[in-house]
């Protein structure tokens, strides 16, 4: 009889909703009648006037002068299914397969890694944001690389010393939690990173670039990440002066509140480097967000196999996947110092982000749309790419030469 009332009253109970809600203006963001919609929370970011309603109520049709749009606080999910250096067949592909498995006498793809290393290996001044689970910025491949923030790390505890509206903020920043440390408890973020920066030495593997600076942003937990989160990192990426960002993860339907944040990135000259997704999906038929939206900084990207064919799980579009890269079997770094081999689009981003990063090292100031424009000249088409990509695989040393 107790668990029969238990249940009686659970199915009682209402379920809340968030919403993510952009304001009109600035000034109204006490208005009670928001207030009387449910709990209230502000984002302070500078990317538009933002507030979070978590409410019983139906909210996503209202229509209130407050209001410029609202839409559900959506969720997103990560976009995956050196000694080490020879089982790299995306950057040095001499006769090892996909599967690390050796074709002997046939030479397979790569993004001509080696080729591009003679021309650079990048620049400290190129500032990356893996927006992600987070990064481990102790790894021993990428603790050279990690963009630290010196007036923090020399600062004073619990002050924001470089008055960024963030508090001890010297690795990063951890949206999922809403704290400073934006550590890896997942492994997605780590294994991105060392794609686009593991350092050039005796130890674990080579990053695309081996001078880089990379920001660790972490939105996603072991449930994904909301909308709000996504708002918060690109806004807080965009306060630290970085020239790309790169983004394993979509999901979720359209949001008019992303799409207006990459395009304040874009004001701010920042590429956005986007997974196409792993659900064998036609994007140009149905859409895969955020790769999807079109906004000239969005590079999408799709998956490539070791002999050159869009990998099995990756989404593909003659118009709206922009190119594809390595993105089967990459061996990449994960916390704790060791390395793991994973798959999907997810792979192939960080691939695209650190040959952006090399551009950017031989040619600064580079714009957005020229960024977009070099990497698609950069690719090289075949029939196995033709039907499913703007243009083909990207090579490394087509994009700074």
């Given at each position: 009889?107790?668990l029969?009332?238990a249940?009686?009253?659970?199915?009682?109970c209402?379920?809340?909703?968030?919403?993510?809600?952009?304001?009109?203006?600035?000034h109204?963001k006490?208005f009670?009648s928001l207030?009387?919609?449910?709990?209230?929370?502000?984002?302070?970011?500078?990317?538009?006037?933002?507030?979070?309603?978590?409410s019983?109520?139906?909210?996503?049709?209202l229509?209130?002068?407050?209001?410029?749009?609202?839409?559900?606080?959506?969720?997103?999910?990560?976009?995956?299914?050196?000694?080490?250096?020879?089982?790299?067949?995306?950057?040095?592909?001499?006769?090892?397969?996909?599967?690390?498995?050796l074709?002997?006498?046939?030479?397979?793809?790569?993004?001509e890694?080696e080729?591009?290393?003679?021309?650079?290996?990048?620049?400290?001044?190129?500032?990356?944001?893996?927006?992600?689970?987070?990064v481990?910025?102790?790894?021993?491949?990428?603790v050279?690389?990690?963009?630290?923030?010196?007036?923090?790390?020399?600062?004073?505890?619990?002050?924001?010393?470089?008055?960024?509206?963030?508090?001890?903020?010297?690795?990063?920043y951890?949206?999922?939690?809403?704290?400073?440390?934006?550590?890896?408890?997942?492994?997605?973020?780590?294994h991105c990173?060392?794609?686009?920066?593991?350092?050039?030495?005796?130890?674990?593997i080579?990053?695309?670039?081996n001078n880089?600076?990379?920001?660790?942003?972490?939105?996603?937990?072991?449930?994904?990440?909301?909308?709000?989160?996504?708002?918060?990192?690109?806004?807080?990426?965009?306060?630290?002066?970085?020239?790309?960002?790169?983004?394993?993860?979509?999901?979720?339907?359209?949001?008019?509140?992303?799409?207006?944040?990459?395009?304040?990135?874009?004001?701010?000259?920042?590429?956005?480097?986007?997974?196409?997704?792993?659900?064998r999906?036609?994007?140009?038929?149905?859409?895969?967000?955020?790769?999807t939206?079109?906004?000239?900084n969005?590079?999408?990207?799709?998956?490539?196999?070791?002999?050159?064919?869009?990998?099995?799980?990756?989404?593909?579009?003659?118009?709206?996947?922009?190119l594809?890269?390595?993105?089967?079997?990459i061996?990449?770094?994960?916390?704790g110092?060791?390395?793991?081999?994973?798959?999907?689009?997810?792979?192939a981003?960080?691939?695209?982000?650190?040959?952006?990063?090399?551009?950017?090292?031989?040619?600064?100031?580079?714009?957005?749309v020229?960024?977009?424009?070099?990497?698609?000249?950069?690719?090289?088409?075949?029939?196995?790419?033709?039907p499913?990509?703007?243009?083909?695989?990207?090579?490394?040393h087509?994009?700074?030469?």
């Amino acid at each position: 009889m107790k668990l029969l009332v238990a249940m009686m009253a659970l199915s009682a109970c209402a379920f809340s909703t968030e919403y993510v809600v952009k304001l009109k203006n600035k000034h109204i963001k006490s208005f009670s009648s928001l207030r009387a919609l449910g709990e209230v929370r502000e984002l302070d970011v500078s990317v538009g006037d933002f507030v979070v309603i978590k409410s019983e109520q139906k909210l996503d049709l209202l229509d209130h002068p407050a209001i410029e749009y609202i839409e559900e606080n959506i969720r997103y999910n990560i976009s995956t299914h050196d000694e080490l250096f020879k089982k790299q067949w995306a950057l040095s592909n001499n006769g090892w397969n996909s599967w690390g498995g050796l074709l002997p006498g046939k030479k397979e793809i790569d993004i001509e890694a080696e080729e591009a290393w003679t021309i650079t290996k990048g620049d400290r001044n190129v500032k990356i944001a893996v927006i992600d689970t987070g990064v481990d910025y102790n790894h021993k491949d990428l603790v050279k690389n990690i963009m630290v923030n010196e007036a923090e790390k020399n600062g004073v505890e619990g002050v924001d010393d470089d008055g960024n509206g963030y508090i001890d903020d010297i690795y990063g920043y951890d949206f999922a939690n809403d704290d400073a440390d934006p550590m890896d408890d997942h492994g997605h973020g780590t294994h991105c990173a060392g794609v686009i920066g593991a350092s050039h030495d005796t130890f674990g593997i080579a990053g695309v670039m081996n001078n880089v600076q990379i920001l660790p942003i972490k939105f996603l937990g072991p449930q994904g990440g909301t909308l709000e989160g996504a708002i918060k990192s690109i806004d807080y990426a965009i306060k630290r002066g970085v020239n790309v960002m790169s983004n394993s993860w979509g999901g979720g339907g359209f949001s008019q509140a992303l799409k207006d944040v990459i395009i304040e990135a874009n004001k701010a000259g920042i590429i956005f480097i986007a997974a196409a997704g792993n659900e064998r999906n036609n994007n140009d038929e149905r859409a895969s967000y955020p790769a999807t939206y079109d906004v000239e900084n969005i590079i999408s990207v799709g998956a490539l196999d070791g002999r050159g064919k869009k990998a099995s799980f990756s989404n593909y579009g003659k118009e709206t996947v922009h190119l594809f890269a390595p993105g089967v079997n990459i061996l990449s770094t994960v916390p704790g110092d060791k390395h793991k081999k994973m798959s999907g689009t997810s792979m192939a981003t960080p691939y695209v982000s650190g040959i952006v990063g090399l551009m950017l090292s031989v040619e600064p100031g580079m714009t957005p749309v020229e960024i977009k424009r070099r990497a698609l000249d950069s690719t090289t088409n075949t029939d196995k790419l033709e039907p499913y990509s703007q243009a083909g695989y990207i090579s490394a040393h087509k994009a700074v030469r």
